[in-house]
């Protein structure tokens, strides 16, 4: 029988705990629409009152978890309660919220500022505050969105990069149990906390591969934790990965009749259809993450973000998984920002998110720390100039030097565009930051057609040789990076013959459509001919 592994950390707490593994990072929540308890989206919105309730809500929690502590727990919710009533928090808020941001967008950026300038203190005691201020940040973000931090089960090691002080304060430690943290410190709250409850807590190990539930000893003397056989440190740096889009696949093999290798993807919509992911398919060619993302609450969550990208790229496993950034704007609103002056004139896709940059530095944070568990590439919706990735480009390369700082493990994954703009598609040569493209023949040809939203059916089949005509010519101008296609026109077997004779080899189609496409491409040629005997 294998040994168990053990890791070398640094004791913050003495003593020796086991039990079941909670892994703080792991996606346990269901999406909104599943939680029967969910709040409605426009309980996450509102103005100043909002905040200022959201608040008083925090400090009555806290004032409540107060009750019967000891003198040194009471010290600490009393700073977190002098924190949240410190006007000139609620005044940058504030400030922010008068320049047109959301309230929890404005929320977010103000306490993450405060977060960061404590993070690069010199002093260790400094620099351990950070984790208070991450609590009351995320506290008062829940009770926002009407999503309190749920407790987790009595007994278990706590695994995770930090832990909250009120979230130690909360739980019930005398089923026993231990922490243990990746990075931590024994200089931050929760290690006072742990030293003067008997609470068993190591911190420094690094991050390491551990399944929820999977039994975990954590050695407060020594300095250790024990894990079971087969388990793993997880390396700080993942080595450089191709873009999602490059023809490699793991996948089940698929040739045209003539024997050209063809990639077949599948488009998602919520994380739960990637269980469609079948050894057949390639990857995940499309998720519209929109469809996930869908309230100003979860836009402003990164963990939530994380916790649904790391779903899709886990079950993937090796085969590559593009996640389009948030195309919002137009006939897509997100809930709780109707009303912000970007949406009203009109902005949508990577426009909306470059003229409001909050929404956009979450999602790419969350989509730079979910790059480590998959072979995850990003795509930009609606991109018209080159700029606007090298604008995009700078916004992620930006985060990922504030991930860095604060030690959390992350990857840049590859940048590539939908190509769904006709001025974009008649100059692709000129988009050299781009990692990949991928046609979205939906509002292509609804532009290209100059058709109304709700017309474009009706006008699809009358505007396909133009819009062939169009992705011929821009396939030509691709410089041999990876191109695929993801709209509609991939899953219509009618107008394949037409894509397939424009030079496309990779096909995103939504996982129904599949088993159709799968038919027709193996009874064509490359050059989009039929078979002989066909």
């Known amino acids: 029988m294998a040994e168990p592994l053990r890791l070398k950390a640094k004791s913050a707490s003495p003593g020796i705990a086991s039990g079941p593994a909670f892994l703080a990072e792991e996606p346990k929540a269901p999406s909104a629409a599943e939680r029967p308890d969910a709040a409605p989206a426009s309980r996450a919105v509102g103005g100043y009152g909002a905040l200022e309730k959201a608040i008083d809500i925090s400090i009555g929690e806290l004032e409540h978890l107060a009750d019967g502590a000891d003198a040194e727990s009471r010290d600490i919710i009393d700073f977190q309660i002098e924190v949240l009533r410190d006007p000139s928090i609620a005044e940058a808020t504030g400030a922010r919220m008068e320049a047109d941001e959301n309230v929890v967008f404005a929320w977010v950026a103000t306490l993450d500022a405060y977060i960061g300038e404590l993070e690069a203190a010199d002093e260790e005691q400094m620099r351990a505050r950070a984790v208070d201020i991450l609590d009351i940040k995320n506290r008062v973000l829940g009770a926002l969105a009407g999503t309190p931090i749920a407790d987790f089960p009595p007994g278990s090691v706590f695994i995770g990069k930090d832990m909250e002080p009120s979230r130690f304060l909360a739980h019930d430690w005398s089923k026993g149990g231990g922490i243990a943290l990746f990075a931590g410190s024994t200089a931050g709250h929760v290690a006072l906390l742990a030293r003067a409850k008997s609470v068993p807590m190591v911190i420094g190990t ?22 079971q056989a087969g388990s793993m440190l997880i390396p700080p740096l993942v080595p450089a990965q191709e873009p999602a ?8 093999e698929l040739r045209t009749a003539d024997g050209v290798p063809i990639l077949l993807s599948i488009n998602i919509n919520d994380p739960a259809e990637i269980d469609a992911l079948d050894p057949a398919t390639a990857g995940v060619g499309l998720m519209r993450s929109e469809f996930s993302i869908t309230s100003v609450a979860d836009a402003a969550n990164e963990e939530r973000q994380l916790a649904i990208y790391r779903r899709v790229l886990e079950q993937a496993g090796d085969r590559p998984v593009i996640i389009r950034m948030l195309d919002i704007g137009g006939d897509k609103p997100l809930a709780g920002l109707e009303d912000l ?26 989509l730079l720390r979910a790059a480590v568990f998959g072979r995850l590439s990003v795509m930009l919706p609606m991109v018209t100039f080159p700029d606007e990735i090298d604008r995009m480009r700078e916004l992620f390369r930006e985060e990922a030097e504030k991930l860095g700082r604060r030690a959390l493990l992350h990857r840049m994954p590859p ?12 100059m692709l040569d000129t988009f050299g930051a781009a990692a990949f493209f991928s046609f979205g023949t939906n509002d292509l040809t609804q532009y290209l057609a100059a058709s109304a939203r709700d017309d474009i059916d009706a006008d699809a089949g009358k505007a396909a040789p133009a819009v062939l005509r169009l992705i011929a010519q821009a396939v030509k101008l691709t410089a041999g990076k990876p191109v695929s296609i993801c709209g509609d026109m991939a899953g219509n077997p009618s107008y394949l013959p037409g894509l397939l004779a424009a030079g496309l080899r990779h096909f995103s189609v939504a996982p129904a459509r599949r088993p159709a496409i799968r038919s027709a491409i193996i009874g064509l040629n490359a050059d989009g001919t039929r078979a002989a005997g066909e």
């Open 245 to 252: 889009g490059d023809t490699q696949t793991t996948g089940g």
């Open 206 to 227: 690094g991050r390491f591969s551990a399944a929820d539930g999977d039994p975990v000893g954590v050695d407060g003397n020594a300095g250790a934790v024990i894990l």
């Open 415 to 426: 940048i590539g565009m939908m190509v769904e703009v006709p001025a974009a598609a008649l």
């Open 341 to 366: 002056p970007a949406l009203a004139s009109g902005l949508r896709g990577i426009r909306l998110l470059l003229a409001r940059p909050e929404i956009a530095r979450v999602q790419a944070r969350a």
